[in-house]
């Protein structure tokens, strides 16, 4: 799944591709930080990777999707998220890779 960010906010794109979350940007570090704050998107992890708040993601990605069995991948995707370390300990936010 790859979540396009701009100033005006996040859209998912390919909402069955449930391998992996990534976030695709041409905003600066400065516009992240504005962009995912002012849409309630998420928040900067580091450099190199945000925290995308999961509630929200989920939200966004439901609106489009094609596979009858999105909700049980949607499922493994935040449980492979969890064991691997990308997942927030309150299940909240999931870290995300930033693509420029």
Same mark, same amino acid.
């Given at each position: /799944?790859? +979540?396009?960010? =701009?100033?005006?906010?996040?859209?998912?794109?390919?909402?069955?591709? *449930? @391998?992996? +979350?990534? *976030?695709? !940007? &041409? *905003?600066? @570090?400065?516009?992240?930080?504005?962009?995912?704050? !002012? !849409?309630? !998107?998420?928040?900067?992890?580091? @450099?190199?990777?945000?925290?995308?708040?999961?509630? +929200?993601?989920?939200?966004? @990605?439901? /609106?489009?999707? =094609?596979?009858? &069995?999105?909700?049980?991948?949607?499922?493994? /995707?935040?449980?492979?998220?969890?064991?691997?370390?990308?997942?927030?300990?309150?299940?909240?936010?999931?870290?995300?890779?930033?693509?420029?």
């Amino acid at each position: /799944m790859i +979540v396009r960010l =701009t100033a005006q906010g996040a859209v998912v794109q390919d909402p069955d591709d *449930l @391998a992996g +979350v990534r *976030l695709r !940007t &041409d *905003l600066d @570090a400065a516009g992240v930080r504005t962009a995912l704050e !002012t !849409t309630g !998107t998420g928040e900067p992890a580091d @450099a190199d990777a945000v925290l995308l708040d999961v509630a +929200v993601l989920r939200s966004l @990605a439901v /609106m489009s999707p =094609t596979a009858p &069995d999105w909700p049980q991948r949607w499922t493994s /995707m935040i449980e492979d998220a969890r064991c691997s370390g990308r997942l927030a300990p309150d299940g909240r936010s999931i870290r995300v890779p930033i693509e420029r």
